[in-house]
């Protein structure tokens, strides 16, 4: 696996990696990205279609994927008390996005997404899930822009934030639409877990605390196509607070 890791002051690889202070340039079809306790903005030029995972630990980063040509990027993202800004550009016609991002949020941090649909034909796929473990606030924001440029483009939104008790937590899916002829839709669900979901499992004999923690490791990773050692990261953080 093609692995990079980004920290305040550097940016490591185990391949070789085109990159500046600022930018970083994937020429490869698969790699892994971690941002660890740091904060920092980025620019990310994909020269390839590329399926990328990220893995971004108590951090703070604005990010902007960019490309040289059309391209189809596959982002699946797993934050642990952390907060984002993402900006996708899709540019080039009949570009492609489909973009996972799952998480666990103790602090008070937001999620900020914006897609610009600047080219004809583009597709994007944004789908957030975050459990939040405490009372602090949290706040997911999805801008979908579909520009007059970019004609018959497509932008799905969903966004769904679990509770595990009282907190201030606000989604704000916003479809930013300049002509008639694209598709756009958006869904929210912010609660707790669908006690008929619970019952079905405990009445199978697991206790509901076993029950609750089957629903979460489906509700952080079944849409995640990653491997297993991710998967395995995924569920021992699960494993620490249910």
Request: proline content about 1%; some cysteine; charged content about 25%.
């Amino acid at each position: 696996m093609n692995k990079i890791i980004v920290s305040n002051d550097q940016i490591e690889s185990n391949f070789a990696l085109e990159k500046t202070i600022d930018t970083i340039y994937i020429d490869v079809p698969d790699c892994f990205i971690t941002y660890m306790n740091t904060d920092r903005k980025l620019k990310i030029v994909l020269r390839c279609d590329s399926v990328i995972s990220e893995y971004l630990v108590q951090a703070s980063v604005d990010l902007t994927y960019t490309s040289t040509s059309k391209f189809d990027l596959s982002l699946y993202r797993f934050a642990y008390d952390s907060s984002y800004k993402t900006a996708f550009m899709l540019d080039y016609e009949a570009t492609n996005l489909n973009f996972i991002s799952t998480g666990l949020n103790k602090n008070e941090n937001n999620y900020q997404v914006d897609i610009y649909h600047n080219g004809k034909l583009t597709e994007a796929l944004t789908d957030i899930h975050v459990i939040n473990l405490s009372d602090q606030a949290f706040t997911i924001g999805v801008n979908s822009h579909l520009k007059k440029t970019g004609l018959k483009a497509s932008s799905r939104q969903e966004s769904m934030v679990i509770l595990t008790r009282d907190a201030k937590v606000t989604i704000k899916p916003d479809l930013l639409v300049d002509h008639d002829n694209m598709q756009a839709e958006h869904s929210s669900y912010i609660g707790s877990f669908k006690e008929s979901d619970l019952f079905y499992l405990m009445a199978r004999s697991l206790p509901r605390s076993e029950a609750i923690k089957m629903l979460a490791k489906a509700f952080l990773i079944d849409k995640m196509q990653i491997d297993y050692n991710f998967k395995q990261l995924i569920i021992d953080y699960i494993a620490k607070y249910f």
